[in-house]
């Protein structure tokens, strides 16, 4: 039976970062392929089921999401159980959701340990007024290992790519 268990491997995967970056988008734009641009913004899914393929392999993710407590910086370390890859996003039109980066790393250090997988995720790369440094988001990936890539929720730039990537790091890893 080893192809049926083969089939079955699961990946807790957690989509994180400050309010309104556009994490819930990114979910539903990846497990549902739609866009709203009027999102509720309390609005959060527990997680959505995808499968993909890593080398010929199956793999499903399990993608979490946050109900919004992120706004009261009230994500438990229960959140962060069994994750084996969190994507971790800001904002490219939101300074602030940059400059707060760090305190997300040091939560996730201090949650999930060195185990879990991570990606950067810059968001709404869709529109043009970005003022955050190209430089200063690659020096901060470089610093914390961590790879980056620009996405949109609305145009679906980046997103495949980017759970495709944490989906091959997890594979590799586990
Ligand atoms: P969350 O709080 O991080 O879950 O953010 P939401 O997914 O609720 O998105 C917040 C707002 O940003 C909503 O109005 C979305 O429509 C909008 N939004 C999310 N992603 C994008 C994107 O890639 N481009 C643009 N232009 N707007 C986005
Ligand atoms: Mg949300």
């Given amino acids: 039976h080893q192809k049926e268990s ?4 699961v990946a807790k995967v957690l989509v994180i970062g ?13 497990t549902e392929g ?32 946050t109900a919004g407590q992120e706004r009261f910086r009230a994500i438990t370390q229960n959140f962060y159980k069994g994750a084996m890859g969190i994507i971790l996003v800001f ?48 020096n901060l990936a470089n610093q914390n290992k961590i790879q980056y890539f620009e996405t949109s929720a609305k145009s679906n730039e980046g997103i495949q790519q980017a759970f495709q990537q944490i989906a091959d790091d997890i594979a590799n890893k586990f």
């Fill in 34 to 65: 739609s866009f709203q641009e009027s999102m509720i913004p309390t609005l959060g899914i527990d997680y959505r089921f995808k499968k993909l393929f890593v080398k010929g392999q199956e793999i499903k993710l399990q993608i979490w999401d």
């Fill in 91 to 138: 904002d490219l039109t939101d300074p602030k959701t940059f400059k707060t980066l760090s305190n997300w790393i040091e939560n996730i250090k201090q949650y999930s340990g060195s185990e879990a997988c991570r990606i950067l995720l810059g968001n709404k790369c869709d529109i043009s007024q970005n003022q955050i440094p190209k430089q200063d988001i690659q």
């Fill in 6 to 9: 083969k089939k079955d491997i």
């Fill in 18 to 30: 400050e309010a309104k970056v556009g994490k819930t988008s990114i979910l539903t734009r990846y």
